[in-house]
């Protein structure tokens, strides 16, 4: 029966209300019926005509009619009672099931409906695809505009996939992560031709307020029966397949395959192994010198992180340093780093500097500073002989916070070098902005110089350099002609394999590569 609206449904006898009213004055019948008692009462009354009981038997007549309308009030009352407790039940399912942000369903959801999927897609000899959706460039929305334009962004992007995603089972099971199952015929493409409409409906722009937010989308993919059968073995095999499209560098989509776990399998127990090593202190600074191209005398040392594995010899650093920023280790390793160097630069002459790398991740700690110049404090290091090597890409999401980081530092002494220059966004606002003291060119142009535009590219950030009063370091050199060309061009200082290879002791005395009868390595280069 369909229940009246809740502007009328009080206004209208309900059938429990009825059923108390009829039930009440039934029982009255029959008890009057059973009893003679309308026949004893009037005998009793014209007995007793005297008495004037006809006032008091009006009396008694109309309580016993007012029990009965508080009777069906309380009945009328205790249904909507019940009518609350059934809308409350309903919303708390609701809110059980259902992600309360965007609507759609949630995680709890998506476990008790994909195995009905998958045992439906074998029934029916199709497929069930499992696309695990994962927003690119998410955080720095609420980083930057906050988390109340987050989470407008999400619930627009809820829509969009609800449009793309019609016939499938699409749930919210985290922040940013979306998963949707779909029952489709086997071997077609549909998943594929799905996989790249989402990824270009979720990259279109967003409009909250007066703000225009862009972000991206990575998808992994995995399929029943071809990948797993289980709904929890599905979803794993999904998130693998998203996190080598992450890899593949995002805005992408991959389906699982079987050496993707494996690769996985391996970066867990790299994970596990880089923890202990890390605690351990087996992560160990290597010195590279810095040369003056003028004299040739050694001005300083670069501390470069490196990583002597018991089973799997030397791991190279751009291997385990993005393993060390996703477990938020970086900057236990750096401070480690940094302790060491330090204390091994008691043996270096005064005058040496020691360069260390700062990762993106640590130009978002407020207290970066503070670290730094503690450990400079405890090893008795002066903050005049260190310097803090950046990339650009690390520096363009917040600059007004870089720029006041970096005045912090400078103000105790220590100095800023821009590493790597020319590969990155190469602006020269953020030379002007940010008041950087060194320059490095990045190893690619110096190693590139046999071609005409790799020269004049290090020809002309040289000549950048001298007009802006920063010395310019040239990465990369191998060969003395590398070198004697930098000399010529105004380089100022120079460092790579040509002067000396990463070594566990700062070299005072480094030789020329050709001396030496092995070549670089790619640990060597890292």
């Known amino acids: 029966m ?121 029934d029916e000899g199709a497929q069930c695809s499992l696309f695990c959706i994962d927003l690119d460039h998410f955080k720095p929305v609420n980083d930057v505009h906050g988390h109340e334009t987050g989470d407008a962004v999400l619930v627009q992007v809820a829509e969009r996939l609800a449009t793309l995603a019609r016939g499938g089972l699409l749930a919210r ?33 967003y409009q909250v307020g007066d703000r225009r937010i862009e972000i991206g989308a990575t998808i992994g993919i995995a399929r029943s029966p071809n990948d797993a059968l289980q709904a929890d073995e599905l979803l794993r095999a999904a998130d693998v ?98 302790h060491q160097a330090c204390i091994a630069a008691r043996d270096w002459p005064p005058d040496a500097t020691l360069s260390i790398n700062i990762s993106p991740i640590q130009l978002k700690d407020p207290w970066l500073s503070a670290r730094l110049l503690a450990v400079l404090s405890e090893t008795g290091f002066a903050p005049g002989r260190l310097i803090v090597e950046v990339t650009e890409n690390a520096i363009i999401e917040d600059i007004d916070a870089v720029s006041e980081l970096f005045r912090s530092l400078q103000r105790t002494g220590i100095r800023i070098a821009l590493d790597d220059f020319g590969k990155g966004y190469s602006s020269l606002s953020h030379l002007r902005q940010l008041r950087f003291n060194h320059l490095k060119i990045d190893s690619s142009f110096v190693r590139t110089m046999d071609s005409a535009e790799s020269r004049k590219i290090v020809r002309a950030v040289a000549g950048l350099g001298r007009a802006l009063g920063m010395p310019v370091t040239a990465e990369g050199v191998e060969t003395p002609a590398a070198a004697e060309a930098l000399r010529e061009m105004g380089c100022e200082q120079a460092q790579g394999f040509f002067y000396g290879r990463p070594r566990p002791v700062a070299d005072p005395a480094p030789r020329a590569a050709e001396q030496r009868s092995d070549g670089p390595t790619e640990v060597d280069r890292a």
């Open 173 to 205: 099971v985290g922040g940013d992560e979306f998963v949707l199952a779909l029952v489709h015929g086997d071997g077609s493409d549909t998943a594929k031709r799905l996989a790249t409409r989402i990824i270009r409906g979720v990259s279109a722009p």
């Open 241 to 338: 397949a998203m996190y080598e499209a992450k890899r593949a560098g995002r805005g992408t989509c991959r389906f699982f395959q079987t050496e993707m776990d494996s690769r996985l399998r391996a970066r867990a127990a790299l994970e596990a192994d880089l923890r202990g090593a890390i605690e351990r202190g087996e992560v160990m600074p290597y010195y590279q010198p810095v040369m003056a191209l003028a004299d040739g005398r050694v001005v300083g040392y670069e501390a470069l992180a490196r990583w002597q594995h018991p089973t799997r010899g030397m791991i190279a650093p751009d291997e385990f340093i993005p393993i060390a920023e996703d477990l938020g280790l970086i900057d236990m390793l750096s401070v480690r780093i940094l």
């Open 2 to 122: 369909r229940r009246p609206s809740k502007k009328t449904r009080h206004h209208v006898i309900r059938p429990i209300e009825a059923v108390v009213m009829l039930g009440s004055a039934a029982l009255a019948a029959t008890f009057f019926d059973r009893t003679d008692m309308f026949e004893q009462l009037l005998a009793f009354m014209a007995a007793h005509e005297a008495w004037q009981l006809d006032e008091y038997f009006i009396t008694i007549a109309l309580s016993g009619i007012g029990f009965i309308v508080l009777a069906v009030r309380r009945a009328a009352d205790l249904a909507r009672e019940i009518d609350q407790r059934e809308a409350a039940e309903a919303r708390a399912n609701q809110l059980a099931r259902h992600d309360p942000l965007t609507g759609l369903a949630n995680r709890r959801v998506l476990q008790d409906e994909l195995p009905l999927l998958i045992e439906r897609a074998a």
